[in-house]
């Protein structure tokens, strides 16, 4: 249950100032229902668009009592339904409009080229196509695929299939490949995800550890989000170092 400030008695209508809490606050309030949750947590959805507090003249965020319920909506569907952010935001935005929306089901099908990171528990196992899909979809011949596989760029589900995470590497790898970069020249970017990997695993171990089910569900969760920001954080420190370069 979230608690939720009061102003002392003769005051009358509070001023907006006085209404309004600072992200600290904010993460008092929500870490009764929510344990796992963090600043860094409450600064992520507000990047991906899910509440918009207030800020100061100074730049200070101010969180309203309507934000700190709609992020406690958000986690919520995060813990209980594994929804991708997206869904959660037009389902939320569905709602502010005064529409009565059926909840999504987080099984539901979608693109295979689409990110993998905006995607619940289990969705790496869900669809998987086989050899002559993914040749069909990376636009490739079997020589192709095969070099991809020999440097570890694409590598097969242990029943032989692809899912949708490998379907986007091959498209990638193979539109790399139009502008000369051959999979030994990849072989950097595949060394760097796998330590990035790492790093995400050392943040979420302890949680998928942990007795709560709950907490270990949040931990995938948190695991995609992590991902997601060292994918943003990698393209922003490639474009950095482009600039930075004698033209």
Same mark, same amino acid.
């Given at each position: ?14 001023? =907006? ?30 990047? $991906? ?29 995060? #813990? ?9 935001? +037009? ?13 999504? %089901? ?29 040749? =069909? ?11 991809? +596989? ?12 692809? &899912? ?13 490949? #139009? ?14 995800? &796998?330590? $990035? ?5 050392? *943040? ?25 920001? %060292?994918?943003?954080?990698? =393209?922003?420190? *490639? ?5 930075? #370069?004698?033209?």
């Amino acid at each position: 249950m979230l608690r939720t400030p009061t102003g002392g008695a003769g005051h009358g209508t509070a001023s =907006a100032e006085a209404r309004s809490m600072s992200i600290g606050t904010v993460l008092i309030q929500l870490r009764d229902e929510f344990p796992e949750v963090t600043i860094s947590k409450i600064r992520f959805l507000e990047a $991906e668009g899910l509440v918009e507090p207030q800020r100061t003249p100074s730049g200070y965020r101010k969180f309203s009592a309507r934000d700190v319920e709609r992020l406690a909506q958000v986690l919520r569907m995060q #813990r209980d339904h594994y929804l991708p952010l997206k869904v959660i935001r +037009e389902h939320l935005d569905a709602l502010a409009r005064g529409e009565q929306p059926a909840l999504p %089901s987080p099984g539901g099908q979608r693109d295979l080229g689409e990110g993998a990171w905006e995607n619940g528990p289990g969705a790496t196992t869900a669809a998987r196509i086989g050899r002559s899909e993914l040749l =069909a979809a990376a636009e490739v011949d079997e020589d192709r695929l095969a070099e991809w +596989e020999s440097y570890g760029l694409v590598t097969p589900a242990p029943d032989g299939g692809y &899912d949708a995470e490998t379907v986007t590497v091959a498209k990638l790898v193979a539109d790399l490949g #139009r502008f000369g970069l051959e999979p030994r020249h990849l072989r950097a970017m595949r060394a760097s995800a &796998d330590r $990035e990997a790492g790093l995400v695993e050392q *943040v979420v171990a302890p949680l998928r550890r942990h007795r709560n089910p709950q907490t270990r569900a949040h931990a995938e969760t948190m695991a995609n989000e992590l991902a997601e920001l %060292s994918v943003r954080l990698h =393209a922003a420190l *490639v474009q950095t170092s482009l600039r930075s #370069r004698p033209h």
